[in-house]
């Protein structure tokens, strides 16, 4: 079986592998790296659950072979925040009981702060639409506009 | 799932892609994969070998070509639909963009490999065939233009051979044209129930030209020959619309699914036939 090998970049830190060509690159992060906060549902692109950023824009994770990410910048849930130091977008999900069972909530949060890069003050309606190619199946939509509304909020008052 | 094996060639130039399709007679082009990798993942699809085309340079371009627009294979979704130069020359495409999936698809997918694999409810070959957009395809014996309107052949069939890749969509310039999308999805983003994509000149008053095309209720987009006929030659009233939309609709051979039944979808037609057209002839002002 031929493999092919790879250096990614993960959080900061720079990983080589030897991988299958047909390895998706949710499958390399969660069972080559362990890094299993990146999740995966449909694996075909449907529900957003494996949203990842791929230098500096989101992708989702099951679409893209680990191959195509040789050389790549990746940044998963993993690296946005910890317990003790959130990022003011897991702050307001946690404020604003924007979760429920959890499962959609890693690619909901790397599409959000991607929508507050681009547009630091979205109205209900981007949201919205910045979010449409995410599922969440607890129907907890509400309560996911109205965190990254707050979040929007939190990081302009942070950087004011 | 998982997708099925695959040997794995990356290209460095667009002559190194074309070489090893010919190389490859089984091997398909890998560009945003944002359709190919979903259907492998669900083992729709079984290509033995990708030639990967992502780090071919300078293949991304959307530039002017004399009073249109060029763009290259590698053009992402989202670089089109913010392309201020498709907006100026070609804003049936950027209308159409606020219908055509999720930002973060856009991000990756492409223009040029969403024509190829050629959905039958995708947007943009309506668009192609509605602006009369050329492919340019190139294998290692040279290149051939093609006309939107020969590329699609039926589902997930193009007229680009094997051996020949999709190298530059271009775009005509727009004159003084109307034109309007509209779609009916059950959710914003998704795969279309119906699409009608519309052009139209207008010269004192009368409809001189029309394109409607239909996409998501056939094998394939489409001209609806006869509600362009049923609109050239007089002004677009009232009656003139009740005719195009009724023969929009006796031109459509939908099928039915979970998402809506053929009678559904050939109302649809009626109605975004009815809806483009009105606005396309607003838009010559």
């Given at each position: 079986?031929?493999?092919?090998?790879?250096?990614?970049?993960?959080?900061?830190?720079?990983?080589?592998?030897?991988?299958?060509?047909?390895?998706?690159?949710?499958?390399?992060?969660?069972?080559?790296?362990?890094?299993?906060?990146?999740?995966?549902?449909?694996?075909?692109?449907?529900?957003?659950?494996?949203?990842?950023?791929?230098?500096?824009?989101?992708?989702?994770?099951?679409?893209?072979?680990?191959?195509?990410?040789?050389?790549?910048?990746?940044?998963?849930?993993?690296?946005?925040?910890?317990?003790?130091?959130?990022?003011?977008?897991?702050?307001?999900?946690?404020?604003?009981?924007?979760?429920?069972?959890?499962?959609?909530?890693?690619?909901?949060?790397?599409?959000?702060?991607?929508?507050?890069?681009?547009?630091?003050?979205?109205?209900?309606?981007?949201?919205?639409?910045?979010?449409?190619?995410?599922?969440?199946?607890?129907?907890?939509?509400?309560?996911?506009?109205?965190?990254?509304?707050?979040?929007?909020?939190?990081?302009?008052?942070?950087?004011? | 799932?998982?997708?099925?094996?695959?040997?794995?060639?990356?290209?460095?130039?667009?002559?190194?892609?074309?070489?090893?399709?010919?190389?490859?007679?089984?091997?398909?082009?890998?560009?945003?994969?944002?359709?190919?990798?979903?259907?492998?993942?669900?083992?729709?699809?079984?290509?033995?070998?990708?030639?990967?085309?992502?780090?071919?340079?300078d293949l991304g371009y959307i530039r002017e070509e004399g009073d249109g627009v060029a763009i290259g294979a590698?053009a992402?979704?989202?670089e089109v639909?913010h392309s201020e130069l498709v907006r100026a020359r070609c804003p049936l495409l950027t209308?159409?963009?606020?219908?055509?999936?999720?930002?973060?698809?856009?991000?990756?997918?492409?223009l040029?490999?969403?024509?190829?694999?050629?959905?039958?409810?995708?947007?943009?070959?309506?668009?192609?065939?509605?602006v009369g957009a050329t492919?340019v395809?190139?294998?290692?014996?040279?290149?051939?233009?093609?006309?939107?309107?020969?590329?699609?052949?039926?589902?997930?069939?193009?007229?680009?051979?094997?051996?020949?890749?999709?190298v530059e969509i271009r775009l005509p310039g727009r004159g003084?044209?109307?034109?309007?999308?509209?779609?009916?999805?059950?959710?914003?983003?998704?795969?279309?129930?119906?699409?009608?994509?519309?052009?139209?000149?207008?010269?004192?008053?009368?409809?001189?030209?029309?394109?409607?095309?239909?996409?998501?209720?056939?094998?394939?987009?489409?001209?609806?020959?006869?509600?362009?006929?049923?609109?050239?030659?007089?002004?677009?009233?009232?009656?003139?619309?009740?005719?195009?939309?009724?023969?929009?609709?006796?031109?459509?051979?939908?099928?039915?699914?979970?998402?809506?039944?053929?009678?559904?979808?050939?109302?649809?037609?009626?109605?975004?036939?009815?809806?483009?057209?009105?606005?396309?002839?607003?838009?010559?002002?």
């Amino acid at each position: 079986m031929e493999r092919e090998s790879i250096s990614v970049t993960v959080n900061g830190r720079t990983y080589e592998r030897a991988v299958e060509p047909r390895r998706l690159l949710s499958d390399f992060l969660r069972d080559d790296l362990r890094l299993t906060g990146t999740h995966v549902g449909c694996e075909h692109g449907v529900c957003g659950s494996c949203t990842v950023m791929m230098d500096g824009v989101t992708a989702r994770s099951c679409l893209t072979f680990a191959v195509m990410a040789d050389g790549a910048e990746i940044e998963t849930i993993e690296g946005l925040g910890s317990a003790d130091a959130m990022h003011p977008v897991q702050q307001a999900f946690w404020e604003k009981h924007g979760l429920q069972c959890g499962f959609c909530t890693p690619g909901m949060l790397m599409t959000a702060v991607e929508l507050l890069k681009r547009n630091p003050d979205p109205s209900v309606d981007d949201i919205r639409d910045a979010i449409s190619g995410n599922l969440c199946r607890c129907t907890g939509y509400q309560t996911i506009v109205d965190s990254i509304r707050h979040a929007a909020k939190l990081m302009r008052e942070d950087g004011a | 799932m998982k997708p099925p094996r695959f040997r794995y060639l990356r290209a460095g130039s667009v002559d190194g892609a074309v070489q090893a399709l010919a190389d490859n007679p089984d091997a398909r082009i890998l560009a945003g994969g944002q359709s190919l990798i979903a259907m492998m993942n669900l083992r729709l699809v079984r290509p033995a070998c990708l030639i990967d085309i992502n780090r071919v340079p300078d293949l991304g371009y959307i530039r002017e070509e004399g009073d249109g627009v060029a763009i290259g294979a590698l053009a992402r979704h989202n670089e089109v639909k913010h392309s201020e130069l498709v907006r100026a020359r070609c804003p049936l495409l950027t209308e159409a963009y606020e219908s055509i999936a999720h930002h973060t698809v856009r991000n990756r997918g492409t223009l040029g490999g969403n024509l190829c694999h050629a959905d039958p409810s995708s947007e943009t070959p309506a668009v192609m065939i509605a602006v009369g957009a050329t492919l340019v395809l190139q294998s290692v014996g040279g290149t051939r233009a093609v006309g939107a309107e020969d590329f699609f052949l039926g589902t997930y069939e193009t007229a680009a051979r094997q051996d020949e890749m999709l190298v530059e969509i271009r775009l005509p310039g727009r004159g003084a044209d109307g034109w309007a999308f509209a779609e009916i999805s059950n959710r914003h983003g998704d795969f279309a129930i119906a699409v009608i994509a519309t052009t139209l000149s207008l010269e004192n008053g009368r409809c001189a030209a029309a394109r409607v095309v239909a996409s998501g209720v056939g094998e394939h987009a489409a001209r609806l020959v006869p509600a362009e006929q049923a609109l050239v030659g007089g002004p677009v009233d009232e009656t003139r619309l009740d005719a195009a939309a009724a023969a929009a609709a006796g031109a459509v051979d939908p099928h039915s699914d979970s998402h809506a039944d053929a009678a559904y979808r050939r109302d649809a037609v009626a109605a975004l036939t009815r809806r483009t057209v009105r606005r396309a002839a607003e838009r010559c002002g």
